[in-house]
């Protein structure tokens, strides 16, 4: 399995930045896929979760309104479309997956794409 995060980079706040994730070594459509972020001193968080169709998505609350994840089976890709961007979501994003929505991440992490907000 490769979990392969990118798009990252600084943004001024209040400003967009679109991360994506593209995935292998499974079968990347009949996964729950989530976002993930681990700001510097503190404990990785859930951001956002896409079930397999795309049909069912969650988002923590402080992301409401502001992130969109979306998914592509075709291209084993997930997406996580940020805006209104604030320095609080300066953190490390990374992507894994799931095939119940109770259970922990299933994989090894991957790099991760650094977001820096800052202006």
């Known amino acids: 399995v490769q979990l392969v995060e990118s798009g990252g980079g600084l943004a001024q706040p209040g400003g967009s930045l679109r991360l994506s994730c593209i995935a292998s070594?499974?079968?990347?459509?009949?996964?729950?896929m989530s976002w993930y972020r681990q700001a510097p001193g503190k404990q990785r968080e859930l951001v956002a979760r896409?079930?397999?169709?795309?049909?069912?998505?969650d988002y923590a609350d402080s992301m409401k309104g502001r992130f969109t994840i979306s998914r592509d089976n075709v291209k084993n890709t997930v997406y996580l479309q940020m805006n209104s961007l604030k320095p609080e979501d300066t953190a490390v994003y990374y992507c894994?997956?799931?095939?119940?929505?109770?259970?922990?991440?299933?994989?090894?992490w991957g790099q991760g794409t650094q977001v820096t907000v800052s202006s």
């Open positions: 070594g499974f079968t990347f459509s009949t996964y729950i």
């Open positions: 896409i079930d397999s169709s795309g049909g069912r998505i």
């Open positions: 894994n997956g799931q095939v119940y929505s109770g259970e922990s991440p299933l994989f090894s």
